[in-house]
């Protein structure tokens, strides 16, 4: 029964730190684990689905949901706004499911601070110029983003002590497992902590 305990989970790290197939494999092995789907102003990359990917918004939308206090965190990245939905994160760890938030850092901070029992996880890089090498072999941003986003790493791994537990991302498999045995031990302690 331990392991049904609902979990706020954030596992964030750099661009380019390898964060996409690392939430793709948590959540396959996790089956009641899902996903946040941020809201955006950022526009579509190509293959990416309103709904799926991000909820793309415009502005003033971004702006109503500030103000309407419907984001759970939200902060400026790269010249976009990013922002997690409240309500349908805070109702599935209430239904007893790992929510997973891939965020960047000042949205992970913001959650620990409002939910203290929020477990923040960093994935880092085997070393800067790895990641360098594989942001440009991703090919999806050009030269200037590419610089913005090396630029932003640099302050995200500086920062990276600041959460709970950082993990390096230097072997898929092993970085899973380690991620997975992580999420385990904090909903173990959650619902420990809920039974007295
Ligand atoms: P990308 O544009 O590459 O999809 O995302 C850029 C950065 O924004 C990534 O570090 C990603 O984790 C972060 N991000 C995505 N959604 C959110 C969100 O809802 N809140 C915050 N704070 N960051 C987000």
Redesign the pocket.
Known sequence: MTDRHGLLAVI?GP?GVG?GTVHTRVREALPDSVLSV???T?PPRSGEHDGVD?RFVDDATFDRLVSDGELL???E??G?R???PRTPALEAVEAGLVVV????L??ALQVKERHPDALLVFLVPPSFEELERRLRARGTEDPDAIARRLEWARRELAAGHRFDVEVVNDDLDRCVDEVLRILDEARRRGADAATG
């Open positions: 964030a661009s964060k941020s809201v955006t950022r991000y965190e939200w902060a990245y790269a976009n990013y922002g997690t938030l891939d965020i960047e000042q949205g």
